[in-house]
C-alpha cells in the first residue's frame, strides 16, 4: 500500500498548534504521557489474552523501554503491547475524541487573555500529542497485536499526517520524537541525556507496573561512565496502594493521580484504605480538586480503576461507588475476584456490595472532616460537588445522615458563610419547631421573593436552596433531627404565637370581611388557581401564590417534563395580604360595584404579579403587558 496523507481534524490541529508553541511550562511531562499509553497497552493486552487464549501474541516479558539517540536526537518509547491497526491509528491518533478536551480547547478560544489560557492549560491530560512539545517530527510504528501487518504514521505536527504500511513492524507500538534543536540556555531539559530521563521516569511514573528498561547508548559520549551495559529498570514498579504510607511520597500519589485521571491538577484529598482478613483489598482514592466539564453528562465515565493482585481489569468500574460520589478516581485492587469478572457480575456480588458500602463510608467521613478540620478544603470541596453529593441524600438511604452531616447551605443567617443544619438548629428561635427554606434559581431572586416577607419580619432564619437537585431531596428527607423541614412557600405558615387570642380575633374579624371577594376571586381564577384565602406571610406584598403543602413545586413539574415524566398541572394557591391597601381597594370596590368586569381584570392582573414576583412567568405575556399599558395609560 503507497503512503497516504491525511489532514488532521480541526481540533486535532488546534492542539498540535498548542503544543508546538509550547503553551506549557513543564515540558518534561511529555514523558509521563508516552509511558501512561505504553502501559494502558500492556494492560489491554494483558487481558485480552486473558480472555482469549488464542490470541497470537507474545506476553512473556511485556515492558516498556525507553531509548535515546544523542546523535541523531531522537528518543523512542517502545512497548510490546496490544499495537494499533492501520484503522485505529487513524482513528485515534488524527482525531480528538476526548469530549473533555474538546471542551478545552473550547474554552481555550474564549479565554480573553494569556494568563487565563495558561491557566486553563494545565487543567488537560493531552496525551499523545504532547510529543510535539519537544520534538520537531514524531513516527509512530505500530501492530496490533494477532495481526500480521504493521503501521507507521508520521507528521511534523503541521496540517497533515502520513500512514504508511509496515512489514516489519513488531508487536506493540513504538514513538520516536526527533527532537527539537537543543536549547543552549536549557540544559536542565535535554531529553538526550540518560541520567535526565531517569529523573523523569522515577518522578512521575515509578508506580507504572510494567518495568521501564532504558538501554544505554553504546559509547554515548556524555561521561555516565557508571551506566551499565545491560538494560537498566527505571522505576521500582511497586503498585502505591499496597505500599505503607510512610514509604509513599504524596508528590508519588498525585502522579498516580494524573495518570488514572487524565487532569494534570493536583487532587484535593488523597483517601487510603485496607481490608485484611476474608476478602482482602486496598483501596487508594482521590477526591479531586475541580469537577469535571461532563460531570452531568449523561455519557460521563464514573468508577475507579479495578486490580486483581496487582493485574489491571478494568477502567470506569461502577459498582465500587455509587452514582453520587462519580466524581471520585483512584484503584480498588481485590486479593480474591476472578481474572474474568465482568461488570454484570461485579454489580451482583455480595463482597463488592460490601466494599462499596465501606468506600462509601470513607468517602463521607473525609467530607465531614474537611468541614470539622479544614474549612478551605471543605470550601472548595462543595463549590465543585456538593450539588452531586446531595444526590445522595434522594438516593442513598442508608448514608442520609453522613450526608446531611457534610452538607451545607446558603442561609439568611450569612451572606457568604453557609451552615449546616446541626448550626440552624441550634440557633433556631423559642417556640420555632421547623426548619424553613426557600427553593428557587438564584439567591437573589429568592431572597426577595415575598414568601420571605414574615420571616424576614420576625427574624426567623432561611435555608436559600438553589440547585435543582434541593427540590427533591428536601421532600425525600422530610426532617432534621425531629423538625420538619418545610418550604415557606408550601402550605399554611403562621408564625405568630400560639394561643394569641387579640391575633386570632383580628384574624375572625379578618376572614368574615373578605369572604365575599375571597369566594368570587376564586372563582375568577379557577383556570389556574384552586383556593384564594388571606395571608400571615405577607408584610409588604399584596399577594403571593403557594403550594399545597403536598404537591408538586412549579420546578419539580417542569423538571418531571424535562425527563419526559406526564404529570398533571397542579393549582396553586393564591394568599392575599389584608393589611394592603391594594386588597384592601379590590374588597371595597368588589362589594360596591354591580359591574365588576374592571375588577376580574385587576384579579387577573394581581395574580400574575404574584407569579412574576417568585420568579415564574405569565401564561400570557402578551395580554398582560397590554392590561399593565392600558392601565398606565390611564393614570396620565
Ligand atoms: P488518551 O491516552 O487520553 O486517550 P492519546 O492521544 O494519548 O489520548 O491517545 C489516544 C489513543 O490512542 C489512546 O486512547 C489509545 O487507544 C491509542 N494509543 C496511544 N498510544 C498507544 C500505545 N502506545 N499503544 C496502543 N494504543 C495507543
Request: net charge negative; hydrophobic share 35%; charged share 30%.
Amino acid at each position: 500500500m503507497p503512503t497516504e496523507t491525511f489532514e488532521f481534524q480541526v481540533e486535532a490541529r488546534q492542539l498540535l498548534q498548542l503544543m508546538i508553541h509550547s503553551v506549557y511550562s513543564n515540558k518534561d511531562v511529555f514523558l509521563r504521557e508516552l509511558v501512561s499509553n505504553a502501559s494502558d497497552a500492556l494492560d489491554k493486552l494483558r487481558l485480552e489474552k486473558l480472555r482469549d487464549d488464542s490470541l497470537d501474541a507474545d506476553v512473556s516479558d511485556l515492558h516498556i523501554e525507553i531509548d535515546v539517540d544523542k546523535e541523531a536526537r531522537t528518543l523512542t518509547v517502545r512497548d510490546n503491547g496490544i499495537g494499533m491497526s492501520y484503522d485505529e491509528v487513524g482513528r485515534l491518533i488524527g482525531t480528538i475524541a476526548n469530549s473533555g478536551t474538546a471542551t478545552f480547547l473550547k474554552e481555550l478560544r474564549e479565554a480573553k487573555d494569556a494568563a487565563g489560557a495558561e491557566g486553563l492549560i494545565g487543567q488537560f491530560g493531552v496525551g499523545f500529542y504532547s510529543g510535539f512539545m519537544v520534538a520537531d517530527e514524531v513516527t509512530l510504528v505500530t501492530r496490533r497485536a494477532g495481526e500480521s501487518q504493521g503501521t507507521r504514521w508520521t507528521s511534523r505536527g503541521e496540517a497533515t499526517y502520513t500512514l504508511q504500511t509496515a512489514d516489519d513492524a513488531p508487536q506493540g507500538t513504538s514513538v520516536t520524537l526527533h527532537l527539537k534543536p537543543a536549547d543552549p540556555e536549557n540544559q536542565l531539559h535535554d531529553y538526550t541525556s540518560p541520567w535526565q530521563i531517569r529523573e523523569i521516569v522515577k518522578r512521575y511514573s515509578d508506580f507504572i507496573t510494567w518495568p521501564i528498561r532504558m538501554v544505554p547508548e553504546t559509547g554515548d559520549g556524555d561521561g555516565d561512565s557508571d551506566t551499565p551495559a545491560e538494560p537498566e529498570t527505571l522505576n521500582s514498579m511497586k503498585a502505591l496502594w499496597a505500599r505503607s504510607r510512610d514509604e509513599v511520597s504524596d508528590d508519588e500519589y498525585h502522579e498516580l493521580y494524573k495518570h488514572i485521571s487524565h487532569d494534570w491538577r493536583e487532587p484535593l484529598e488523597t483517601i487510603r484504605l485496607q481490608a485484611e482478613g476474608t476478602f482482602e483489598y486496598q483501596a487508594l482514592l482521590f477526591v479531586p480538586s475541580h469537577a469535571p466539564h461532563d460531570l452531568f453528562t449523561r455519557d460521563f465515565k464514573r468508577g475507579v480503576q479495578l486490580y486483581v493482585k496487582r493485574v489491571f481489569i478494568m477502567d470506569d468500574c461502577e459498582a465500587l461507588l455509587p452514582p453520587y460520589l462519580r466524581f471520585v478516581k483512584g484503584v480498588v485492587d481485590a486479593a480474591d475476584l476472578s481474572l474474568n469478572v465482568s461488570r454484570e457480575i461485579l454489580q451482583q456480588d455480595r463482597h463488592i456490595r460490601m466494599m462499596q458500602r465501606r468506600l462509601t463510608k470513607k468517602v463521607l467521613s473525609t467530607v465531614k472532616e474537611f468541614m470539622t478540620k479544614d474549612r478551605d478544603r471543605y470550601g472548595t470541596f462543595w463549590r465543585e460537588f456538593g450539588t452531586v453529593l446531595k444526590e445522595g441524600l434522594v438516593t442513598d438511604s442508608e448514608n442520609r445522615d453522613a450526608i446531611l452531616a457534610a452538607s451545607s447551605f446558603a442561609t439568611t443567617h450569612s451572606d457568604d458563610e453557609p451552615t449546616t443544619l446541626a448550626q440552624y438548629v441550634e440557633r433556631m428561635k423559642d417556640g420555632q419547631e421547623d426548619i424553613y427554606y426557600i427553593t428557587g434559581e438564584s439567591r437573589q431572586s429568592i431572597q426577595n421573593s415575598p414568601h420571605m416577607e414574615a420571616f424576614r419580619d420576625k427574624g426567623i432564619e432561611v435555608l436559600l436552596l438553589t440547585d435543582a437537585v434541593d427540590e427533591v431531596w428536601v421532600d425525600a428527607v422530610g426532617e432534621y433531627e425531629g423538625k420538619r423541614l418545610r418550604s415557606v412557600a408550601k402550605g399554611e405558615i403562621d408564625l405568630d404565637a400560639k394561643g394569641d387570642e387579640d391575633a386570632d380575633e383580628e384574624r375572625e374579624k379578618q376572614a368574615e370581611e373578605y369572604a365575599g371577594l375571597l369566594g368570587w376571586m376564586g372563582e375568577q381564577l379557577d383556570e389556574d388557581i384552586k383556593e384564594v384565602r388571606l395571608s400571615t406571610r405577607l408584610t409588604v406584598s399584596a399577594a403571593c401564590v403557594v403550594s399545597d403543602a403536598h404537591d408538586l413545586t412549579p420546578a419539580l413539574e417542569n423538571m418531571y417534563r424535562a425527563m419526559g415524566q406526564e404529570v398533571p398541572r397542579t393549582k396553586r394557591i393564591l394568599e392575599l395580604n389584608p393589611g394592603h391597601p391594594l386588597v384592601k381597594g379590590l374588597n371595597q370596590a368588589y362589594k360596591e360595584r354591580e359591574d365588576r368586569t374592571e375588577l376580574a381584570e385587576s384579579v387577573e392582573l394581581l395574580h400574575t404579579l404574584a407569579v412574576l414576583a417568585e420568579g415564574g412567568q405569565s401564561k400570557d405575556p402578551a395580554r398582560f403587558v397590554k392590561l399593565v399599558a392600558d392601565r398606565l395609560e390611564r393614570t396620565l
